[in-house]
């Protein structure tokens, strides 16, 4: 079984400062996806990032990179130049990569607010 | 569609009626998720589909739950004799098949129920 814990809760950020959301979890599998998912208030769920396990370079998509430290099992993720419209819940999720491997596994999520 | 769509946006039903929630995943996307998305239980996994096929239904919380999916496109879940703990909300995804990094899951808008 995998699970995946985001330890904060809430988090908030000056507009065009950076910021870092943690996110760790446990799996006994060596081959697997993460991601970060971002939840507005219009409750879409919007892919921000995604890194394969097997690769040892950080996933970058424009203000949007990812620490990963596959052996402490810890994916955190960080947001340079906070806009307002960054303001959102974020989620962290695993998916194991073998066959009949489907179901996305959850953290509880990270309510981030952008100050202006 | 360009996009996972989801209706109603909103549903508020009394507690004994049934409801029907409706998923149209993207164009070509070969599997289809429900999860739920509640306050205290987070985003928790309820069903799969590749296809038409359902090859784990473990995550239905009960047998007032069913799910159905017909010509590998539109998806419809029903919640027979709604209680109100089943107030949440229910989000669809697809992808273009069931396993393997590519094949990320995008999300729908979601649908809130509320039981009364």
């Known amino acids: 079984a995998q699970t995946v814990t985001q330890s904060q809760p809430e988090m908030s950020v000056q507009e065009a400062e950076t910021v870092t959301l943690s996110c760790t979890y446990d799996t006994s599998e060596n081959n697997y996806y993460l991601f970060w998912y971002k939840q507005p208030p219009s409750r879409q769920m919007i892919l921000v990032i995604r890194?394969?396990?097997?690769?040892?370079q950080n996933a970058t998509e424009n203000r949007f990179s990812v620490n990963f430290q596959k052996a402490a099992k810890s994916f955190s993720l960080k947001i340079s130049d906070s806009q307002l419209g960054d303001t959102a819940m974020y989620f962290c999720a695993s998916l194991l990569s073998g066959a009949g491997s489907y179901q996305l596994t959850f953290g509880k999520g990270t309510k981030l607010s952008v100050i202006p | 569609g360009a996009g996972v769509s989801q209706s109603p946006s909103n549903k508020v039903t009394e507690k004994g009626k049934d409801v029907e929630l409706r998923c149209d995943p993207i164009s070509g996307h070969t599997a289809l998720y429900w999860y739920r998305q509640s306050l205290g239980q987070g985003l928790e996994f309820l069903i799969y589909f590749q296809g038409n096929s359902a090859p784990d239904k473990s995550g239905l919380p009960s047998d007032r739950f069913s799910a159905e999916r017909t010509g590998g496109s539109v998806s419809t879940l029903t919640i027979q004799r709604t209680q109100q703990e089943d107030s949440a909300v229910y989000l669809c995804a697809s992808s273009l098949v069931g396993t393997g990094f590519k094949e990320t899951q995008y999300f729908g808008p979601g649908t809130r129920l509320l039981v009364l």
């Open positions: 890194q394969e396990a097997y690769k040892q």
